[in-house]
């Protein structure tokens, strides 16, 4: 089984930068495709980012396309989420998620193709 555990969140002013990371133990996550989602107070989980297995590509939601990056490094069994020019409407609690064994990366945007998740890291941007 693997666990992943999310760092890297905190307070930071609009236009600020922050970067994410989600470390897994126990069993490996490198050959399965990873995700971001996010989800403010009183709203459902929502999309951010996912990265390929190999790393080699990316698919990002539209309303942080050109400002965050995500990436990973699999000898190092670690994702990353690169944030920059932040907005309040970033805040919310950030999770990693591991994609099911089963599932394509044409689901890579819905949550129900994710089935190992983070507690999650809480990123506040403020105005």
């Known amino acids: 089984q693997v666990h992943l555990l999310e760092s890297g969140g905190g307070l930071v002013q609009a236009g600020g930068s922050l970067r994410l990371s989600c470390a897994a133990s126990g069993r490996t996550a490198s050959n399965y495709h990873m995700a971001w989602f996010r989800q403010a107070p009183g709203k459902e989980r929502e999309f951010v980012a996912a990265?390929?297995?190999?790393?080699?590509?990316?698919y990002y939601a539209d309303s942080v396309k050109g400002r965050l990056t995500i990436s990973r490094d699999n000898a190092k069994d670690t994702l990353y989420l690169q944030m920059n020019s932040l907005k309040p409407e970033d805040t919310a609690v950030y999770h990693c998620?591991?994609?099911?064994?089963?599932?394509?990366?044409?689901?890579?945007?819905?949550?129900?193709?994710?089935?190992?998740w983070g507690q999650g890291t809480q990123v506040t941007v403020s105005s």
């Open positions: 990265i390929s297995w190999g790393g080699g590509i990316t």
């Open positions: 998620a591991r994609m099911g064994a089963g599932e394509k990366w044409s689901g890579r945007g819905d949550k129900r193709s994710y089935d190992t």
